[in-house]
Nanobody
Framework: QVKLVESGGGLAQAGGSLRLSCAVS????????MLWFRQTPGKGREFVAR????????LYADSVKGRFTISRDNAANTVYLEMNNLKPEDTAVYLC??????WGQGTQVTVSS
């Protein structure tokens, strides 16, 4: 059974950085397009970033473009989200997903002003 586990969330100040990880177990990462979403009570679930199986093509939401970087290490079965210049509006639960079919439980990111 494929399982996704996010980590790396926490509290950061505005302008700071965090690096999220999504570890995949029970299967191989290479067959999946991987995505990060974030969820807040007010906005619901919002797309953040996407990376194809090979890692060659990446896509970002306009709200994070230039600040966030998605990457993957297929050998380590892990996907990353490097978040820089954080803003209070980045506060959310961040979830990773494989092809939007398999989802992790999420990790909380809180950015203080």
């Amino acid at each position: 059974q494929v399982k996704l586990v996010e980590s790396g969330g926490g509290l950061a100040q505005a302008g700071g950085s965090l690096r999220l990880s999504c570890a995949v177990s029970g299967g191989t990462l290479t067959i999946y397009t991987m995505l990060w979403f974030r969820q807040t009570p007010g906005k619901g679930r919002e797309f953040v970033a996407r990376i194809t199986e090979s890692g060659r093509t990446k896509l970002y939401a306009d709200s994070v473009k230039g600040r966030f970087t998605i990457s993957r290490d297929n050998a380590a079965n892990t996907v990353y989200l490097e978040m820089n210049n954080l803003k209070p509006e980045d506060t959310a639960v961040y979830l990773c997903t494989a092809d939007q079919r398999l989802w992790g439980q999420g990790t909380q990111v809180t950015v203080s002003s």
